[in-house]
């Protein structure tokens, strides 16, 4: 049976492909028999006009001819000279027009209906005596050439909608799904195991018929149709994304068709093996012809078209959700950041940012859907990509300012898709972890002491402002903890700036958030929306409260680290020197950062002048360990200094720590060289054991502190081994430690 079937759909191929012959043929008899079945039945119809006409066989006999074919050729020459013109025009913005218009079973019966009826005139002027057929010409003269003629207009007016280019898609569209729908079908899924053949044409007249929209939507220049055509790619995916789970498998195995298409000629065999086992290379093929079209409508400023295009991806998105076809879904999600990347080059390259706007606003609400889904897994997916290209993005915008305001896009979408996941009781866990992606869509503050103190907010304001509105809606649900880590994030600020310049920056932000009203005073591509309104707007001074509540201890904290900062200052100092002056872009930018710190922590009133003590021997030991070992304090080991010298050092506070903190490291740093340095270190622990307070098992728990420095970090140094192995043996100690494996922590041994 498979065979059989087989056979049957080969036949059913045959014929669309050789479809105008076909027509001649079946045409051609078709007049035969009818003249024939006339001839035959000729007595009894003329009997059947003479009593209702009074037309008598005598007047049929004479009727003449010789008018009939030239009557015949000023029919066919217009029904012809209207086709060639009409199609000749309409394929200027329809290539495509030609194929379809010789498959179209209404224009091939009618086109050979004439030429054959003319035929038959032409014939029988010359040869009716010998035949005597007076009944052929009753039938041509009365019969084809009243029908011919009748249906002249009518057909002129049917090619004129069928050349339109909005129909020629339309077609084209239900021709692909009648492929799909037939594909469903027993026979034809029999007729694919039993030939190879069959599921070749089938994957070549899809493919094709694809590849044909996509030379319509590249020829046309009309919106309306460049619409239609986006919209029926769209439509035909969704069907076979709906339709493809009842396909043979074998539909799925790449042939020559598939292979030889221009969008699959740079594959490799392990990217056709992948695409044959997850059987996506339809969608893959449709994707792709979506993202060309992407590039061409933004490379031509058609803003507005190309944002067609990630509309309908979050539509087929919805089809995959609804199938729970996750393999298609990543190619969804391939796709959208596909588009971010070729929107952003085209930003970077044109100064036009506006297909970032209006990507983001789709992507987002793919991300909706993704959370309407309870798909958490594609929505912390999604919040990645964006926070990668938002930081990509504002990277470039120093050179670009008009890009800090798709920074600020991107985070109001995922603003909108917060409040969403608040609506959805997501766990507070998972909330929690996709809020702090939205944390880090910007980087360092845009903006500087001089601007804010003339009112001006440049840079990724517009971001904080937005993030600020959340905390204001976390802040009216009562997720203060939610609040709390926007608040704590906006402090990281200040880092970059003295409490001052930092709240005079949250007084210009909170006064705009209060004066903000939903629409913008002018027109975007969204309206007058506008993404910086916050309509909890009453929860602002709740937010100044625990934002100002924080910021002491951040400050101690941030007095605290400066020094550190001043350490890494140095060590890129040494790293200059040795270098003849030079620092690559990367360290150079490290150190810009670095000073800018450290300035935003200088004080107008002079420092106290400490004159150095035990104390400061014992700190520069643990200093050493830390950062003269490996050049590096991680956070870990500050804090493990910090808790070491508060336990040997009793009723240390903030203030005295930060203070003997200066002192030793402004020691370690005047003394530039490594052996100046170990030469001081060698010496503070000297110190350290002639202390009349020092006792072996004090001296012990210095080691102790040490190791626990040398594991903060996860990473044990060579040079940290040897600097506790030094002092192991300056204090005559009866310890031992060697430096551990891989994944092992430094112990005593």
Same mark, same amino acid.
């Given at each position: ?41 000729? &007595? ?10 009074? %037309? !008598? ?93 009748? @249906? ?8 004129? &909608? ?47 018929? @694809? ?78 012809? &979506? ?17 067609? %295009? ?128 939205? &944390? ?35 802040? !009216? ?51 007058? @929306? ?36 001043? @350490? ?169 430690? !060697? ?11």
């Amino acid at each position: 049976m498979e065979t059989f079937y087989a056979s049957l759909v080969k036949l059913n191929r045959f014929q669309f492909k050789y479809r105008t012959i076909i027509s001649f043929f079946i045409v051609f008899v078709t007049v035969i028999y009818i003249d024939i079945f006339f001839h035959q039945n000729f &007595l009894a119809i003329a009997e059947f006009l003479e009593s209702q006409s009074g %037309i !008598s066989m005598l007047d049929h006999k004479n009727v003449p001819l010789d008018w009939a074919p030239e009557i015949w050729g000023g029919v066919l020459a217009m029904v012809l000279g209207t086709l060639i013109i009409v199609i000749a025009i309409a394929a200027e913005s329809s290539p495509k027009l030609m194929d379809l218009f010789v498959k179209d079973w209404l224009s091939l019966v009618y086109v050979w209906f004439l030429i054959i009826a003319s035929l038959h005139a032409t014939l029988i002027m010359f040869y009716i005596e010998p035949l005597n057929r007076y009944s052929s010409v009753v039938l041509n003269s009365y019969v084809f050439l009243l029908l011919g003629s009748a @249906l002249t207009l009518p057909y002129i007016f049917y090619i004129l &909608l069928y050349s339109k280019t909005s129909n020629v898609v339309s077609t084209i569209s239900s021709l692909i799904q009648g492929f799909v729908f037939e594909m469903e079908k027993p026979m034809i899924k029999s007729a694919m195991n039993g030939s190879t053949d069959v599921v070749e044409e089938y994957q070549k007249e899809i493919m094709g018929s @694809l590849d044909q929209l996509d030379d319509l939507l590249a020829f046309t220049e009309f919106k309306e149709t460049q619409t239609d055509i986006i919209g029926e790619i769209s439509n035909i995916i969704q069907t076979y994304i709906k339709r493809k789970p009842n396909f043979n498998n074998t539909f799925f195995q790449l042939t020559k068709a598939i292979k030889s298409n221009a969008t699959f000629r740079t594959y490799t065999d392990a990217q056709y093996s992948e695409m044959t086992e997850s059987k996506t290379f339809y969608e893959v093929k449709t994707f792709r012809l &979506l993202g060309s079209s992407y590039i061409k409508m933004i490379t031509n400023d058609r803003f507005d078209i190309a944002s067609l %295009i990630p509309a309908e991806m979050v539509d087929i998105g919805k089809t995959c959700l609804e199938k729970k076809d996750d393999t298609i879904l990543g190619h969804v999600n391939i796709r959208f950041n596909t588009l971010f990347r070729f929107a952003i080059k085209h930003a970077y390259k044109n100064n036009e940012p506006r297909n970032l706007y209006n990507l983001s606003f789709h992507y987002s609400n793919m991300i909706q859907e993704y959370i309407k889904a309870d798909r958490i897994d594609m929505a912390k997916y999604c919040y990645d990509k964006f926070k990668f290209y938002a930081n990509d993005i504002y990277k470039n915008a120093q050179s670009n300012p008009g890009l800090y305001f798709v920074v600020d896009t991107l985070t109001f979408e995922l603003r909108k898709c917060q409040v969403l996941i608040h609506e959805k009781d997501w766990d507070n866990e998972d909330q929690m972890a996709l809020l702090k992606m939205i &944390l880090q869509l910007d980087k360092p503050p845009g903006y500087s002491k001089d601007e804010v103190d003339k009112g001006i907010l440049g840079g990724n304001n517009g971001t904080r402002r937005i993030q600020i509105g959340l905390a204001l809606f976390y802040m !009216s649900v009562d997720k203060i903890n939610f609040a709390s880590e926007i608040a704590e994030d906006y402090l990281d600020d200040l880092a970059y700036f003295d409490e001052k310049t930092f709240k005079a920056n949250v007084a210009t932000q909170c006064f705009l958030l209060s004066i903000f009203t939903p629409h913008f005073w002018e027109d975007t591509d969204r309206g007058t @929306l506008n993404i910086y309104y916050a309509p909890e707007k009453d929860q602002i001074e709740s937010f100044k409260e625990l934002l100002f509540g924080l910021m002491d201890k951040r400050l101690e904290a941030l007095e605290r680290d400066v020094k550190f900062l001043s @350490l890494e200052v140095d060590k890129f100092m040494q790293k200059r020197q040795r270098q003849d002056g030079y620092l690559n872009d990367l360290d150079k930018e490290r150190l810009e950062e670095l000073q800018l710190k450290i300035s935003a922590r200088e004080s107008s009133d002079d420092e106290i002048d400490i004159e150095w003590s035990i104390n400061h021997d014992l700190l520069y030991s643990l200093l050493c360990i830390s950062f003269f070992a490996d050049q590096e304090i991680d956070d870990s080991e500050k804090d493990v200094i910090y808790r070491s010298y508060s336990k040997f050092v009793p009723d240390v506070t903030n203030e005295s720590y930060n203070q003997d903190f200066r002192v030793a490291t402004d020691k370690f740093i005047s003394l530039q060289s490594e052996e100046a340095r170990q030469s001081q270190f060698d010496h503070s622990l000297k110190i350290i054991k002639e202390d009349a307070s020092t006792t072996q098992d004090k001296l012990g728990d210095f080691i102790s502190a040490y190791i626990e420095i040398a594991n903060a970090d996860e990473f044990i140094h060579d040079n940290e081994v040897l600097l506790i192995k030094n002092a192991i043996k300056i204090w005559g100690l009866d310890l031992n430690i !060697s430096k551990p494996k891989s994944g092992e922590k430094l112990n005593i041994i």
